[in-house]
């Protein structure tokens, strides 16, 4: 979703598209503003939050970009272990900002109310934890685990030092996965039986081969820092900058991407987790060294009583896509980008009939005893709308109003709309597929105790 933040709705900048209601080409389409788009109310100077980066890359940045734009938040200092982005984020925020490759430096900063945490992935646990116990609220980017044991412990020190902390998958906080949210509630699709949503790529950046830079060495890069608890491996800059296509820093396609649509479904649905998984797949094309297929499939059981099926696809020849589908016995309800639609076909109100195979007395016969229960009667009323779709305006960020949530919860001291409960279920489910596909067997979870029963 779009990153750039626009505080003036489209009317106020003559563009194509106002918050309203409008036909088009048969479809209802109501466009709805963000919260962004509201002027931002004075801060009051002591109610100013200053913030910290830990993990400066791709995410890291774009969120923490996104944060110096919420009202009443400063970046005031930044870590990362590759020396490069550390002289970024001083072009970024100001040279006047403390960087560093250590940060425990920064979490000893009694100035530093909260930090955003964008390293990859097998350091979520210990930065999150070393944050909360040193004081801090934390924005801890997804997956919020690597491994099962990750999350209690997360969890436990939530609690124990009561931090907040908002695990970043921003869907959860969109105005579109709301209205999603709502409308399955209000029984606008029936009952939900199914949610199939994919994710397929065709590029090589899609596919995790990020750009090394030109200076990756051990004087530029800290590697030791890096690897961290991962085993111990001479230099190697694809592990460095392409981490996701190792296990031992990643968690694969599942919790690069299942993660948010796990997130999605479990949002929208109101639902903690499937009880069984499967999952199969393979790496079809990126034979590049990688440990983790590039094609990914999995299938959820859900206590519900609906089942979710996922796909992510490396290797997609065709058009890129992204997107959920909620059916439902009334309709369905897809989210795809900035939008969601409704798609509602009334069943037939007769049962109709299949004849003409019999003999063609037999089939007059019995369309006259069709039509005798069944008499033709003249359409009454509108058609009505079988489609209805709600946008966001152009320049909707779900990131911001994700941060904003976070904020203003680290302000008033509430909840958060995606705490580490929430975030172990979605990412305690999505490893599920990495189990299952590794052991070639349905796995069983309990959503409510969040356990791998086996
Ligand atoms: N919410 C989203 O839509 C979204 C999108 C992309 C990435 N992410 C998540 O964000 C995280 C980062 O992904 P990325 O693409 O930005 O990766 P990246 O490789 O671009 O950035 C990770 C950075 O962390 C730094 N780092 C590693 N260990 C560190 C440590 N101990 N202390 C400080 N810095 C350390 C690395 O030097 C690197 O610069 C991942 O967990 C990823 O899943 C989320």
């Known amino acids: 979703m779009a990153e750039k933040v626009n505080r003036r709705s489209f009317l106020k900048t003559g563009g194509i598209m106002t918050a309203g209601t409008f036909i088009s080409g048969g479809v209802q389409v109501h466009a709805m503003a963000g919260q962004q788009e509201e002027p931002a109310k004075p801060m009051a100077a002591n109610d100013h939050l200053q913030i910290a980066l830990i993990g400066a890359g791709g995410r890291g940045q774009s969120d923490t970009k996104t944060a110096a734009q919420v009202p009443g938040v400063k970046v005031r200092a930044v870590a990362d272990c590759y020396d490069g982005r550390l002289t970024h984020a001083k072009e970024l925020w100001g040279a006047d900002i403390q960087t560093t490759r250590d940060y425990a430096e920064i979490l000893a900063r009694k100035d530093i109310d909260a930090v955003i945490i964008g390293t990859p992935d097998h350091w979520h646990m210990r930065a999150a934890i070393d944050a909360m116990n040193a004081g801090k609220d934390v924005y801890l980017e997804k997956p919020m685990i690597h491994l099962y044991s990750d999350g209690p412990k997360i969890i436990e020190t939530a609690q124990r030092t009561r931090r907040i902390l908002q695990v970043g998958s921003q869907r959860v ?15 606008a699709i029936g009952k939900l039986n199914m949610v199939t949503a994919w994710w397929d790529r065709n590029s090589s950046i899609g596919a995790w081969n990020y750009s090394v830079p030109l200076d990756a060495s051990t004087t530029t890069c800290d590697w030791p820092r890096f690897l961290g608890t991962a085993p111990k491996i001479s230099w190697n800059p694809e592990h460095f900058f392409q981490w996701r296509k190792w296990k031992a820093y990643g968690s ?14 479990h949002f929208v649905a109101g639902v903690n987790g499937p009880t069984h998984a499967m999952a199969t797949g393979g790496l079809r094309f990126w034979n590049d060294g990688r440990d983790v297929p590039d094609v990914l499939l999995g299938l959820f059981d859900y206590p519900e009583g609906f089942n979710l099926s996922l796909r992510v696809n490396f290797v997609d020849g065709g058009a890129e896509s992204e997107g959920l589908v909620f059916t ?18 009334p069943r037939e109100k007769e049962p109709g009939y299949l004849i003409n195979s019999f003999a063609r007395n037999m089939q007059k016969e019995c369309l006259a005893a069709y039509r005798k229960k069944y008499p033709i009667a003249p359409p009454t009323g509108d058609i009505p709308l079988g489609e209805e779709k709600y946008v966001a305006l152009e320049g909707y960020n779900d990131t911001y109003d994700h941060l904003k949530n976070f904020f203003d919860a680290v302000r008033a001291r509430r909840p958060v709309v995606e705490d580490p409960v929430f975030g172990f279920r979605a990412a305690g489910a999505a490893l599920l597929s990495n189990l299952s596909y590794d052991r070639k067997a349905v796995v069983r979870w309990d959503p409510e105790k969040m356990k791998v029963l086996g």
């Open 328 to 345: 439902g016995s009334e309709g369905t309800m897809t989210i795809s980008g900035d939008s969601v639609s409704l798609s509602r076909v």
């Open 252 to 265: 694969g396609e599942a919790g690069d991407l299942f993660v948010h649509l796990f997130s999605g479904t």
């Open 173 to 187: 906080s969109s105005m579109i996965y709301r209205k999603a949210k709502d409308l399955l509630a209000s029984g």
